[in-house]
Every structure is written in C-alpha cells, then in structure tokens.
C-alpha cells in the first residue's frame, strides 16, 4: 500500500529580474547602440596623440595665409583629435559648474523622455491634463530657450567651446604639417565632424528589422 503522505520536495521558481538592457525601450536600445558604435568607430580614427603633441614640429607661420594653411590641413588630419580636446574643454567645464551640468541633464531628459522616445500612441498627461506632440514641442523649446538664456548653462557652453576653438587654432597655426601624411586619409570621411554621419561598414548593423529613432510628426 502506498502512503499518501509521500513527501514532496519544494521546487525553487526564482526569476531573474531583467538586465538594464532588457528593460530599456527598444528605441532607446537602438539610440545607445548607435551612439556606442559612432564613438567607437570615430575613436578608432583619431591620430597618435604622441604624433600630435610633438614638440619638434612646431614652428612659428610665416604669415596669416601660412596659419590658416597650416590649420586647414591639421583640421583635416587631427580632425577627431581635435574633436576629444573639444570635448573634454566642455565636460571639464561643466564638471566645474554643478549646477549648469545638472541644469543640462534634466533637459536632455526632458527632450528624450518627453518627446523623443515616448511612444506615439501614449500622449503625455500631467496634472490630470493631456498634452499633444505640438504642445509638448511647444513647452520642450521655451525650456531650451530659458536654460540656454536666462541661466548659466549658455555662458559655461559658449565659453568651453571659445577656449576649446581656440586652443585648436594656436595648435593648428603653430604645427607644422610637413611630416603628415595627408594622402593617406580616406576621401570619403574628409570634414571635421564627419566620422559621425559616415560610420563604417563593419559599425552599420546587417539587421535591416532594428527599430531607429525618427522624428516625431506633429499632431
């Protein structure tokens, strides 16, 4: 006879909670990827920073059209090097400037939660109140404009990116490129920022199906 109190033993169920990525939304999983592989492919780009920091070629010009021929040539080869020094003038500034940086932050948010990334068929309610994609815009834009205006964020911008400029123009000026080898670069990724509009092949994804991020049309 077999006993009806045969013990069971307890099965463990735990679930594994979903990772970062997992949980994000799929537009914002596209947007990261993308920007991921832009920043990596433009880095892989950038010139020795020993090449760009040699003391030895650097020589007074001989006139201003000298200058500007000598900056004209370096842009095109330390074009990402120069773009790095750019941005570490700019997050070295605001890292000085909490509060301009945390003023900047919660409006990067606003633009990519509020509007950007928010699916189209969920409007934005707040205070018990709908707001359409044209209001939305309408309110994103007149933050922008009081931030960038009527605070510190614009003066900490402006005067990071007058410093970072011109510190890529005394080099640029003063470099002597004769020892470059500017035939070599790559006709098709010639300009200063282009390295972020033109990724390679092997940055693009094959996978013709992952969502993108587009604009939003206005209702």
Not at 18 to 35: D, G, M
Not at 125 to 142: C, H, K, N, P, V
Not at 152 to 171: E, I, N
Request: glycine share 4%.
């Amino acid at each position: 006879m077999v006993s009806s109190d045969s013990h069971v033993l307890p099965v463990s169920t735990t679930t594994q909670p979903p990772t970062l990525t997992e949980s994000q939304p799929p537009a914002v999983r596209a947007f990261v990827n993308r920007f991921t592989e832009t920043v990596r492919d433009g880095l892989s780009r950038s010139r020795p920073w020993s090449e760009l920091l040699n003391r030895s070629a650097f020589t007074k010009p001989d006139s201003l059209s000298h200058a500007a021929s000598r900056l004209r040539k370096n842009s095109s080869y330390f074009r990402v090097n120069y773009l790095c020094i750019l941005s570490l003038i700019l997050a070295f500034s605001l890292l000085a400037h909490p509060f301009s940086l945390f003023l900047l932050a919660c409006l990067a948010a606003s633009w990519f939660f509020l509007y950007l990334f928010r699916p189209a068929d969920q409007p934005l309610i707040l205070f018990g109140r709908s707001f359409s994609d044209l209001e939305t815009l309408g309110a994103l834009i007149i933050s922008t404009i009081a931030v960038i205006f009527f605070t510190s964020v614009g003066s900490v911008l402006v005067s990071a990116l007058m410093v970072g400029v011109a510190t890529v123009c005394v080099h640029g000026a003063f470099r002597a490129p004769d020892d470059l080898f500017l035939d070599e670069q790559d006709p098709a990724a010639a300009g200063f920022f282009s390295f972020i509009g033109v990724p390679t092949s092997s940055s693009v994804p094959s996978n013709s199906s992952a969502p993108s991020a587009v604009y939003r049309p206005l209702s």
